[in-house]
């Protein structure tokens, strides 16, 4: 048996030497990893509206997927009344570097409602214009989250983007792994012909061809599905205040 | 008990080879004979868990190997130092450290794979093959000899790893690689957007001799990885009867 003091010695001296190592690293490569992430994200934002680019965003380099951003991309932050948001009621909310981009929906998920904040990305490429909403919402097992581009006419979806932070591989994780889950998304419509928001409801049983409000689920996915229902009703009403300002104003411009 | 750690008995002598026959043996022996999965069944959690996808598997096979490997060559340096009161907390330290790094060298240099692996990366911490080496070898021997053990370690869980991983995703998503750049589309029915070396909606071929096919969904759930983890025990110990326990 060793002293008392002989181990708190060894275990101070070791948790010290550890400590200091990883907080080296961490803090040496911390602003690397903070880029990488930005990158990541604006990669994911921007595959939503890979049917306006002339190549898959991710196929694209770091660069070229930062060049683009800045060049096609207007981001505007909106509150629960569909109110554009300045920088300085951005940096209010949280936000150090007062960019819509910097707002970190994890964070406003634990905001009460009407205080919360969100992004919206106006992409403008040869292609067209289109709207992408940023949602958040609970899978099985941790918060899932997606990005939902909008068509000009501001009812069609144009493509959408998920992703997971837990979810179970091959099955939930399946809404990011498979490519042909988010395009299930493409052409469908978030209101109906009489303009009332319905979302669009992913389903567990078939049905869905010519159903512009419901796609195919994923078998074994029920829970994570059930968690993207949810948080497309729910995300994107945040922004429903926005959306029918801007559909009003393009009847009375027409 | 279920988890028994077999320690190959090593002599120490003066002046031997860096890379002789007991190092060949412990690098060696893992991948059959003290398989820690097959034989030892240790880090089964993460067996099952992890083996849905070929991809993950590997970097997941890959981390294990540093975080074995090094575990053991860190323990071994400081085993003499080691309170025997707190040394299973100094062993978990270690390896909670060397697994940090893995996370941060993945977030610097490879953010998607990060991503892709975040909640799987943190789960070595907990892999029982990792602290059983280290109390198994790497406290009693030379540090040398504990790294080789480590490595061996750790790629004997790897290689079953993998095998699993190939069997799950090849029967349960049709495809190889799923999600690196490399995926290979094996088996399905093919629409525009997706090409398969068998494809199943095809009118004539190879194809065709597999019309109705589908994928197995058992073989995504961790149940499957069970069981062919089992049978590979079975075969196993069908070609080496003296691994039967006579217990």
Redesign the interface.
């Known amino acids: 048996?060793?002293s008392t003091s002989?181990?708190i010695r060894?275990?101070v001296i070791?948790?010290a030497g550890?400590a200091l190592?990883?907080a080296l690293?961490?803090t040496s490569?911390g602003g690397?990893?903070k880029a990488?992430?930005a990158?990541?994200n604006k990669r994911a934002i921007l595959g939503a509206v890979s049917d306006y680019l002339t190549q898959d965003p991710k196929l694209m380099a770091d660069g070229e997927i930062e060049a683009l951003f800045a060049s096609k991309v207007e981001q505007i932050a909106l509150d629960m009344s569909g109110a554009v948001l300045t920088k300085d009621d951005i940096v209010n909310s949280g936000y150090k570097g007062g960019k819509p981009e910097n707002i970190d929906l994890a964070k406003e998920k634990k905001k009460p409602e009407d205080e919360r904040i969100f992004p919206l990305y106006v992409f403008n490429g040869e292609k067209g214009k289109s709207f992408i909403l940023s949602v958040r919402g609970n899978g099985l097992w941790d918060e899932i989250w997606g990005n939902i581009a909008l068509k000009d006419d501001l009812t069609t979806i144009a493509g959408a983007t998920f992703?997971h932070?837990?979810e179970?591989?091959?099955?939930g994780a399946e809404i990011k792994?498979n490519?042909?889950f988010p395009?299930r998304f493409k052409g469908k419509k978030i209101f109906n012909d009489a303009g009332v928001y319905t979302s669009v409801e992913v389903r567990k049983i078939g049905g869905t061809a010519g159903n512009p409000y419901a796609v195919d689920g994923i078998?074994?996915a029920t829970v994570t599905a059930d968690g993207v229902t949810e948080m497309l009703e729910r995300g994107i009403k945040y922004y429903l205040p926005y959306l029918n300002k801007q559909a009003g104003a393009k009847k009375t411009k027409g | 008990m279920a988890e028994t750690t077999a320690t190959p008995e090593v002599t120490v002598k003066e002046k031997e080879p860096l890379f002789g026959k007991a190092e060949k043996k412990l690098l060696l022996d893992p991948l059959g004979d003290t398989n820690p999965i097959t034989i030892q069944v240790l880090g089964i959690c993460s067996a099952l868990a992890?083996t849905?996808?070929v991809y993950?598997s590997v970097v997941m096979a890959i981390a294990v190997v540093f975080v074995c490997g090094f575990s053991s060559l860190f323990t071994s340096l400081v085993r003499n130092?080691?309170?025997?009161?707190?040394r299973m907390?100094?062993q978990l330290?270690i390896i909670a450290?060397l697994v940090?790094?893995v996370e941060?060298t993945l977030?610097?240099f490879n953010?998607?794979i990060y991503?892709q692996l975040?909640?799987y990366i943190g789960l070595i911490i907990t892999n029982c093959i990792v602290m059983g080496r280290l109390e198994a070898y790497a406290m009693a021997n030379r540090p040398w000899r504990a790294f080789v053990d480590g490595l061996g370690n750790g790629v004997g869980y790897g290689v079953i790893l993998i095998i699993v991983a190939v069997i799950?995703e090849i029967f349960?998503?049709g495809t190889l690689f799923?999600?690196s750049p490399i995926q290979i589309n094996i088996i399905g029915a093919s629409?525009n957007?997706?090409g398969y070396l068998i494809n199943t909606a095809a009118e004539s071929g190879i194809g065709s001799l597999f019309a109705g096919y589908t994928n197995n969904?058992l073989m995504?759930?961790p149940a499957a990885a069970m069981f062919i983890i089992g049978v590979l025990i079975w075969i196993q110990r069908s070609y080496r009867p003296t691994l039967v326990d006579v217990s």
């Open positions: 048996m060793d002989s181990v060894f275990v070791m948790t550890v190592t990883l690293l961490s490569w690397q990893i990488n992430e990158i990541f992703d932070k837990g179970t591989p091959g099955l792994d490519p042909t395009s078998s074994g | 992890v849905s996808l993950p130092k080691i309170p025997k009161q707190v907390i100094v330290v450290t940090t790094i941060l977030k610097r953010y998607p991503k975040s909640v799950r349960g998503k799923a999600g629409n957007e997706v969904n995504v759930l």
